[in-house]
């Protein structure tokens, strides 16, 4: 249907760009200014070649990333299920005979026993809370202060921060190269990454940096003046770009540079989860199991 639009709206006298810019819902700012590109420079076929590769490396680099992560995701998931159940099912039943034995429990018993308590006679309580709680979270991300102090939060996590920068940077370098190289000038390509880079605090810096970049301050400089979003690495291939007249060509290795960093970042990071969610788990096993057992252990040795 929308391509039915598309070609109704060229058959009336609208370019591709401008009738692609009409629903955005399907094709991101980047698509539409590098069509507008391509139909400005007569350079559409290039263009839309360009922008097939990058889809199928963005597509590729993404499914890696979200592979890896796939087995961490289910053992906590996993976790999660298990430990509701032994709230709403296990813990109740053997509260009642410990009860009818009169004994004095421990205080991991207890714990679990009023956890489980609550989770079973509150649970409209404890939902509402959950549902509030994200609710509210979803509302304070809605706004500018709130988006900008969770992306902050979100780069300053161990191990996750790192990682999420670098995924970030990936994608911001790799679409600031395909916009330069398909001859969208600079301001207009800076304007484009900042509101699809997805996080507020490289947006702001790309912002700011298009303002000085404006004034005639060459690109690596500006984005130098804010290390806590760009690396020095960064800029100092991107001075050489610069000075050489080649920046689309600096950018696309910068980007295939951070691709390979951020792959083996995951697969470190992928390595490292495995062993401790292992851990994890089996301290959380360990509790239930001492919680349980202690009681048991403690009623048959009194006989």
């Known amino acids: 249907d929308i391509i039915e639009q598309l070609r109704l709206d060229v058959e009336g006298g609208s370019s591709l760009a401008s009738s ?15 069509i507008r590109a391509g139909e400005t420079g007569g350079l559409l076929d290039v263009v839309l070649t360009r922008l097939a590769d990058n889809l199928e490396r963005q597509r590729e680099f993404q499914g890696k990333v979200k592979g890896v992560l796939i087995y961490p995701a289910i053992v906590i998931i996993g976790m999660v299920i298990v430990a509701t159940i032994m709230m709403i099912f296990v813990v109740p039943r053997l509260s009642q005979i410990y009860k009818e034995f009169n004994t004095q429990l421990p205080l991991m018993t207890r714990v679990l026993i009023a956890v489980s308590n609550i989770v079973v006679n509150f649970w409209y309580v404890v939902l509402l809370l959950l549902i509030g709680l994200l609710w509210g979270f979803s509302l304070f ?19 996750i921060g790192p990682l999420s920068r670098q995924i970030m940077l990936t994608e911001f370098v790799r679409i600031l190269g395909l916009l330069v190289g398909a001859g969208v000038p600079i301001l207009e ?3 484009v990454v900042s509101r699809v880079v997805g996080n507020e605090v490289v947006a702001g810096a790309v912002r700011d940096a298009s303002k000085e970049v404006e004034k005639g301050f060459p690109l690596a400089w500006a984005l130098g003046q804010r290390p806590e979003a760009f690396p020095p690495m960064m800029t100092r291939m991107l001075a050489v770009g610069e000075e050489t ?14 691709e390979v960093d951020s792959e083996q970042q995951v697969r470190t990071l992928t390595a ?7 851990v994890v788990l089996g301290v959380g096993v360990g509790l239930l199991v001492i919680g349980i057992i202690m009681p048991i252990y403690n009623l048959t040795s009194q006989f």
Do not use: N
């Open 20 to 34: 692609m810019e009409k629903h955005s819902a399907v094709f991101s700012p980047v698509y539409v200014a590098l």
């Open 141 to 159: 991300r809605r706004t500018p202060f709130g988006k900008r102090k969770i992306d902050e939060l979100s780069l300053r996590l161990p191990i």
């Open 189 to 191: 390509s800076l304007g």
């Open 245 to 258: 007249g080649k920046l689309d060509e600096i950018l696309g290795k910068v980007s295939h540079i951070f």
């Open 272 to 278: 490292a989860i495995e062993p401790i969610i292992m």
